[in-house]
């Protein structure tokens, strides 16, 4: 997994386990990932999916019932309540509903981890000086957090994680809570910070979107257990699981209109239509696919839509096709589409 | 108040001392000790910050027997610890003993109740920066229930102006005493009116007052 990184994992997690309720099902079932020095490292899955238990395992807000937690070369685990708190320094911590302090402001909020760790208070200025133009957030900086929009707010959050210079950022669901644009506003922010401050970046998030957006890897969670995970370009051209498949669907798949679909004309006696999502990416994006297939299958292609698309720079095509022709024929086009690399998916009407 | 004999008028007068005294320190004294019976009894709860079940059931149990013995019941019943506390059962001073522990019984639940509303995201936030127990407690907990806490004190005042017309009975004086022997007992009615409508603009008053600072320490 880790081929290209002679570092040493800035996050390693492996064969965690959680039960929170005694003969209750498993929150984390066996979990192992690990999160390269430097990275922005996804986590994605439905509510309930245990993501939520295992970002806090690697502060230990949660404590696993089983398995090893390893940040920046640090065992968290063997750590006592004293290095656990200055481990946890080193870690900020992002979240969905910013839990912020309503009666501190913004300054005073930004500077409370400098206050508990007994930073003076003219260094306290100092950093608040350097940290708030980060975020933008100069001219706000008496304002309370009742008077500021939630894109604010979350930039109040992310810079009060980011005040004692943690090497590690955790994103719990920090943009679910944001309309779309300021997603994509805090999710830059996310990034450019990460490449200024040599942050490494773990986030949870429900949404494929926000993945696709900043995510250098990703792990897809179900039930406890990541079912897959890789390079998002990756998991998102090729993905591998039913479920990982539906989330990919969200944000590049797109399903027919029904109203195009009542357009479409109907199989000839003997034919069948099959709808198919197809993906291209790598060498195959350059082969003229339907057309060949067309020809040496012969079945007929209708483009009904396409259009390309690029995750962290790479493109890819996304189209879908309805194809005619004889079950077996239409069975074996594929099976060569396929067989090219591309990525091929029904598309229920 | 010239439709009173001056006589009545003093005595009025001394009544409305006696009652600010009473509810005065039994509050300051109740606030005192109930902060931090009801930080004790939030930290040790099941979802507090050191769940301690030994502790906190048994300090359940005496604030919850301390609120449901009737006032009035209570202020006889601890008469023997009365007269050790202030040397006498008799008096204004006599009877700041009871009415400070029905209120401490009292505001401790409330204040239990304000530090519960803290919103559990804020705690959450402060450990994972690192922050010992007694700082979220003494910077996370206490703050964000400020105003919470202020507001169950207004309500502990008003209630403690009702409870203290009660401290007659141990010769504690106040409003209440006054309204029930004048008023009541020798059918005075202008004694009863004045002392019904000081009561009322005493608690309107606190209200208000209590109503104000919230808001003013409130940022929601």
Redesign the interface.
């Known amino acids: 997994m880790d081929r290209h990184t002679p570092l040493p994992a800035a996050i390693a997690l492996s064969g965690l386990r959680k039960r929170f309720a005694a003969g209750g099902t498993l929150a984390l079932d066996d979990v192992t990932l690990s999160v390269a020095p430097g990275e922005i490292f996804g986590i994605v899955g439905r509510s309930g999916a245990g993501k939520s238990t295992l970002i806090r395992c690697v ?1 230990l ?1 949660e404590r696993p019932d089983a398995g090893a937690v390893q940040v920046l070369g640090q065992d968290m685990l063997a750590l006592d309540e004293a290095a ?6 080193r ?1 900020g ?1 992002v ?1 969905q ?8 402001t913004v300054a005073e909020n930004v500077a ?2 400098l ?3 007994g930073i003076p208070r003219a260094a306290q200025r100092e950093k608040l000086a350097r940290i708030l133009p980060l975020v933008g957030l100069e001219a706000k900086r008496d304002a ?3 008077q500021l929009s939630g894109g604010q707010k979350q930039r109040v959050g992310i810079a ?1 994680a980011l005040a ?1 210079d943690p090497e590690i950022l ?1 994103c719990d669901e920090a943009t679910s809570a944001l309309d779309p644009e300021t997603t994509q506003e805090i999710l830059a922010l996310i990034r450019d910070l990460r490449g200024r401050l040599d942050l490494t970046v773990l986030l949870i998030t429900h949404e494929m979107g926000v993945v696709k957006a900043i995510c250098d890897r990703v792990a897809v969670m179900e039930a406890g257990r990541v079912i897959e995970h890789g390079r998002v370009f990756e998991v998102f051209t090729q993905p591998a699981h039913p479920t990982t498949r539906r989330f990919v669907a969200e944000v590049i798949g797109h399903s027919v209109p029904p109203s195009t679909l009542a357009r479409l004309p109907a199989p000839r006696a003997g034919e069948v239509r099959r709808l198919v999502q197809v993906v291209f990416a790598g060498p195959a994006s350059t082969r003229a696919v339907v057309s060949e297939a067309s020809r040496d299958f012969g079945i007929d292609i209708n483009i009904v839509s396409g259009r390309v698309d690029e995750i962290a720079g790479e493109p890819f095509g996304v189209m879908a096709l309805a194809a005619y022709g004889a079950p077996e024929r239409l069975e074996a086009a594929f099976a060569w589409m396929r067989s090219l690399g591309l990525t091929l998916t029904e598309i229920e009407p | 108040m010239t439709w009173l004999a001056p006589a009545i008028q003093d005595l009025l007068i001394e009544a409305l001392w006696q009652t600010l005294a009473m509810v005065g320190a039994s509050a300051a004294i109740a606030a005192i000790l109930g902060l931090p019976i009801a930080l004790l009894l939030h930290v040790t709860s099941p979802e507090g910050l050191t769940p301690k079940p030994w502790l906190n059931r048994p300090v359940g149990l005496l604030v919850n027997a301390a609120r449901s013995t009737p006032f009035i019941i209570l202020m006889v019943a601890i008469v023997p610890f009365t007269r050790l506390v202030a040397g006498t059962s008799i008096g204004t001073g006599a009877a700041i003993v009871p009415l400070a522990l029905a209120a401490t019984a009292f505001l401790a639940r409330l204040f239990e109740n304000a530090l519960r509303e803290v919103d559990k995201g804020v705690i959450e936030a402060a450990r994972a920066m690192g922050a010992t127990r007694l700082q979220i407690v003494w910077k996370v907990l206490v703050p964000e229930a400020l105003p919470g806490l202020v507001a169950a004190t207004t309500v502990s005042l008003v209630s403690l102006v009702g409870f203290s017309a009660m401290a007659g009975a141990v010769g504690g004086g106040g409003l209440g005493d006054l309204g029930i022997r004048f008023g009541y007992q020798r059918f005075m009615p202008e004694v009863m009116a004045t002392v019904v409508v000081i009561l009322i603009l005493l608690v309107q008053g606190l209200q208000s007052l209590g109503d104000w600072l919230t808001r003013r320490l409130s940022h929601r």
Do not use: K, Q
């Open positions: 502060n807000l656990l708190r200055a481990a946890r320094r870690i911590m979240f509903h910013f839990n912020l302090h309503t009666r501190r409370f981890p206050e508990i760790a309370y957090p009742a009060r004692s955790l």
